[in-house]
């Protein structure tokens, strides 16, 4: 009786030893997975920032072209010179 019973509490320690270390390995992988995740939002964020800046570079030409054309230069240049002011601030404040 008492040998079933030690047997018994050996098992049960035994079992609740392993669950203890399958739980804690599971934990460490799904940091390791979280923290993979964070770095690769940390990279798309990035791209879709200079990606950004490439297509208001490209935007800003393509509006440079068209206040070429006689009819839309006045509209155009009226909105370029507030927007090259603040451009122009802003590069002023990054070279800073």
Excluded: W
Excluded at 29 to 44: F, G, P, S, T
């Amino acid at each position: 009786m008492i040998t079933a019973l030690i047997l018994s509490e050996i098992l049960f320690y035994l079992s609740v030893s392993l669950a203890i270390i399958i739980v804690g390995i599971l934990c460490v992988i799904v940091a390791y997975h979280l923290v993979r995740i964070a770095k690769e939002l940390e990279q798309i964020t990035h791209n879709l920032h200079d990606a950004s800046d490439d297509v208001l570079e490209r935007i800003q030409t393509v509006i440079e072209k068209l206040s070429g054309l006689p009819i839309l230069s006045f509209f155009l240049n009226r909105a370029g010179v507030k927007k090259e002011a603040a451009r122009r601030s802003r590069a002023a404040k990054k070279t800073e």
